[in-house]
C-alpha cells in the first residue's frame, strides 16, 4: 500500500546536496504514482535481464547452477557499488536516472546478442577463447548490476523532489513497486517472452520498454529539472538506443541463422526449440554424416555414433530381456539398438521432450539412423521427467538403460543420484540389469568413478567400462563438448544388478560392428586403470559432480 505523504515541518530546507521541490506538469500525487509506476516497470526490466543472463549462461556454458551463482553474486555485489556511486548524481538526479536507463535499455538489451556471437564466433577457437561467454557473462553481470544498484537512490531523490516525506514511508513505498515490478517480470520471462519470444528478441523488446519508460518519466514528469541542452542530449540519446534495439530487432532472425552457421557450421538442416532444449541437426543429406546437437552441445552423429549406442545397450541385453526400458534416448538410436533382439517383447522410452522424439520419428534421416524404431509397435514413449516417473511404481523389466545427458550437467545430477538408483533398482525385476552412461573416463575420471560409487550406494554390484571413439571429433555421445580440442575421447558405462552380472555379450544375439568378446574385456580392464578410490556417492542434497 502506498503510504500518504508526510511533507517536512514549514521553513525546514532540504538537507545539504538535495534539490528543493520539483516543477511538476501534473499534481503531486499524479507525479508520484508515475514515478512508482515507473519503478514498477524498471524493476520487471531488471529481473528480465538477470533471468536471461542466468538462462544463457546454462544453454551456452552449462552448469546452471554454477553460472547462476556467478550471475547473482556478481549482480548483487554490483548493485551496492551503483548505489554507493549514484550518491554523487542526487544533485541532478532527473539527468542521472535518465541517462542510467538509456545506458541499462541497451547494455541489458543487446546482452542476449553479445553472449551468443561470443559463443558462437569465438567458442571453437580454443584456449582463452573458448571460455570467452564466461568472462562476457562477468562483465555483463556487473554492468548491468552497477546501473540497476544506480537507480534506487536517484528514484529515491526523485520522489522526494515532488514532496518530501517521511524516509521510512518513502522506502516502503519505493521497494513495495520494485518488487512487484520484480514479480511480474519473474513471471514473464519463463511464461511469455521466453516461449513467445526467445532470447534475443525478449531481450531486445526489455530493452526497448526500459528507454521508453526512462526517458518519459524524465522527459515528461521532471523535464524543468533539465537544462535545454540537456533535454535534447537525452531525447537524442534515447531516440538512438530505441533505433540501435530496433535495427537489431530486424535482423535478428539473421543474425540467429548465422551464428548458428558458426557454431554448427553451414550445413545446418533444421533447428528448433522444443519447448525444452533447442534441437539442431546438421547433414543427413548426400552422403554427409548427420549430427544432432542439443543446446548446442552434440548429443548424437558422426561416423562412429553406433560405438556409442552398441557399448550402451548389447553388455546389458545378456540375459532374459523380454521387458526394456530407456530412460532418455528421445533420438531412437539406443531403442534400434534393443529392438535388434527378436525375443524383446515391449520397450518403454520414458524422455522428457516430446518435440525430440517426433523428429525422431518423422525426420527422414534421424529416422532412417535410427532404423525407424518408433514406428515399431512393440515401442511406447512416454513424456516424462524419468525421476518423477519412476516414482510412479513402474511394472518391472529385465533390462533399464540409462541414456541420459553427461552427469557434469548440472541439469541432470538428480539422475546421477543415490536416490535416483534406487528408484531404478526398484524398477528391476529378479536378474534385471541397469547400464548407465556415465560420461567420459579419460577426461574425467573422478565424474565416472562417482557414477559408480553412486551406484554401488544405492546397493547394486557394478561392472565398469569403456569404449573409445575412433572419430573423438565428432563427439557421438550425450557427453559431446562443442570445442574440439577438449572433445571426449572415450565414452564410459557401468552395468549393474542386485545380484552382479558378468560382461559378456550374448553369443546367440546379433552380432555388434564395433564389439567383441575379447575388446569388452579390454574395455573394463582400461577403466579399472582409472579407478579413483574413497569416492563419495551423490545425492540429491549432495551432489558431488564436478570437474
Known sequence: MIEPH???PPGVPPPRGVQGQARLPVRPGTGRFLVL???FVCAACGLVYELELVALASYLVGDSVTQASVVLSVMVFAMGVGSLAAKRLRPRAAAGFGAVEAALALVGGCSAMALYAVFAWTGGWGGVWASGSRYLLAAFSLAIGLLIGAEVPLLMELIQRIRRQDPGGAVADLFAADYVGALVGGLAFPFLLLPRLGELTGALLTGAVNALVGGALVLG?????????????LLIANVVVLGLLATAAVLVDDFEHAARQAVYGRDVRVALRTGVQEVVLTGGTRGRPLGLFVDGSPRAGGRDEHRYHEALVHPAMNGRRARVLVLGG??????REVLRYPDVRRVDVVDRDA???????????LSALNGHAFDDPRVRVVTADAFCWLRGDPPPYDVVISDLPDPGITASTKLYSQEFYGLASRALSDGGRLVVHAGPVTSRPRVFWTVEATLRAAGLRTTPYRVGGRDSVSAAGPDGAQDASRAPRDWGFVLASTEGTPLRLDPRGPAPRSLTPRSLAADARAAWLTRITAVAPSTLVHPRYSE
Not at 514528469?221 to 542530449?233: E, H, P, Q, Y
Not at 528421445?330 to 531403442?335: C, F, I, Q, W
Not at 518435440?355 to 534421416?365: K, T
Open 6 to 8: 508526510a511533507p517536512a
Open 330 to 335: 528421445g533420438d531412437g538410436l539406443a531403442v
Open 221 to 233: 514528469l521532471f523535464r524543468r529539472d533539465l537544462s535545454r541542452r540537456g533535454r535534447w542530449l
Open 37 to 39: 509506476a515507473g519503478v
Open 355 to 365: 518435440g525430440l522424439v517426433r523428429l525422431a520419428r518423422r525426420d527422414p534421416a
